[in-house]
């Protein structure tokens, strides 16, 4: 097995610690200082699903435009452009502009350098001004920040989950919008805020990796 190298570390704009990127032999992972691994880029299954479940559903639509909160290593943007035509408009809003450096130099080549598509769009931004800024602009908003509703790595992303956070997506989303939420975990408390925010809810388990891995949960919350 390959000893993990530090190949560079990131603040995390607001006093929200440190990222930190390692190299395992052919591989990466995305820690956080004093914490857990967030994102590895040998189990990105469940990252494919969120895309691939949500996009599949708003791909026939005109001009069809998606919202990605978190960049990740790119695996989520990647999946969202393989489910999409070529008149699809991909935003993407990242909070670490280092992350969006990294996507753009040593892991893009993991992901297929979705960056490089020219219907991907990148605002180094909190997705919540985002959401706050746009009204029905969104066919889809992926939302693959921290680990879901029990967050990890900027106690702000709380917002995002809270239900003034649902509200300004569902302002969002245009008719008929959906909102995708990875969650590291199943939360039923938020299911039923998300109800209550006048969603129509479908929950899908997925795994990290393929039929294998980690249990993972995405939420489809439909604009009726």
Request: glycine letters at 10%; a neutral charge; aromatic letters at 6%.
């Amino acid at each position: 097995m390959n000893r993990p190298e530090l190949i560079d570390t990131a603040p995390i704009p607001g006093n929200g610690g440190e990222l930190r990127l390692f190299r395992e032999g052919d591989h990466f992972a995305i820690k956080i200082a004093g914490g857990g691994e967030l994102m590895h880029s040998r189990t990105h299954g469940s990252e494919d699903k969120l895309a691939e479940i949500t996009c599949t559903r708003i791909a026939a639509r005109p001009q069809p435009r998606v919202l990605i909160g978190g960049l990740g290593m790119g695996f989520t943007l990647a999946a969202a452009l393989r489910h999409l035509g070529s008149n699809a408009d991909v935003v993407v809003a990242e909070l670490v502009p280092a992350v969006v450096e990294w996507n753009r130099g040593p892991l893009g080549e993991h992901a297929g350098n979705p960056l490089q598509d020219p219907r991907a769009s990148v605002r180094v931004s909190d997705v919540a001004l985002v959401l706050k800024s746009e009204k029905q602009a969104f066919d889809a908003i992926l939302l693959d920040v921290d680990n879901g509703p029990q967050g990890l790595t900027h106690k702000s992303n709380d917002w995002l989950y809270s239900f003034a956070g649902l509200e300004a997506a569902m302002s969002a989303l245009r008719p008929g919008g959906v909102l995708a939420i990875w969650s590291a975990g199943p939360d039923p408390m938020f299911t039923i805020r998300l109800k209550k925010a006048r969603f129509l809810v479908e929950e899908v388990p997925v795994r990290a990796h393929g039929n294998k891995g980690a249990r993972h949960l995405i939420w489809l919350a439909w604009k009726r």
